[in-house]
């Protein structure tokens, strides 16, 4: 199977009330964070890029079910996609809503330059809990570590910890997960410990404070490849340091 060289990110933040401004923040973030973007089309049903002249007030207007449409750059050559849906309460950590942004840019190195500054921009701007940037391939293998019965292994494949589904999470600041970029909001980092500086001086040096006094940490230079024995070590080193990700510190 070719796995696509796409770098994906993800949000999770408050549900949209209305006519939620918190959208036109990502996007906006989004086209800050990397010189030449231009989130303006929408894509019809026939996938044909559909230019927006009036994006700002479009996106507005469609807002709805706690979420937002699809966007695109128009470049089918270049794709760079944003949505945003709702998750429902009974899904979710803590038992709230939750919206969900996810956008996918190409895996490549602008884009992996610009991937602090950009997932910054989206989780700042939909005020959220906490986010992560990971290469495409990344769903399938925290799948593997979702712990959907009590007898099942301790270690996933990989040899990483098993962690607890999102929806049976205490509260929605605990990380379900890591990444290769991880988005901790103050409320996260609180809940996780970080930073320790004794404990967390390597990762501080790969870490950036937001301007809400939020966290963007990186755990390997290059985007996490499972693959690369040296990148599941500093995954597993992580997963150790912060027992709380995944609720692990209270297993079920």
Known sequence: MIIPRVLVFIVYAPALVGKDGRALDVIHGMEK??????????ISESGR???LPHRDAWLIERIKDGGFPLLCNGDASYPVTVNGSENPALLSPG?????DVHAKLPLDEA?????AAMLEAMAEGA????????????????SEQFRRSPHGPE????????LNLPENLPAPEIPCFLGWLNYWSVAAAQAIGFPDPARDAELLTR???????????KLTDAPLDYDNPAHLDA?????????VIGGRDSPR
């Open 111 to 115: 884009v992996i330059s610009a991937a």
């Open 235 to 243: 995954l597993n080193r992580a997963y150790e340091r912060f027992p």
């Open 207 to 217: 870490a950036r404070r937001t301007p809400s006094g939020g966290w963007v940490v």
């Open 155 to 162: 270690r996933s494949p990989r040899g990483l910890p098993m």
């Open 95 to 99: 038992g709230q809503p939750q919206l």
């Open 33 to 42: 964070a990397l010189p030449g973007l231009r989130l303006a089309w929408r």
């Open 49 to 51: 890029p559909i230019a």
């Open 127 to 142: 005020r959220a809990f906490w986010g992560h940037a990971s290469r495409y391939s990344y769903g399938a293998e925290v």
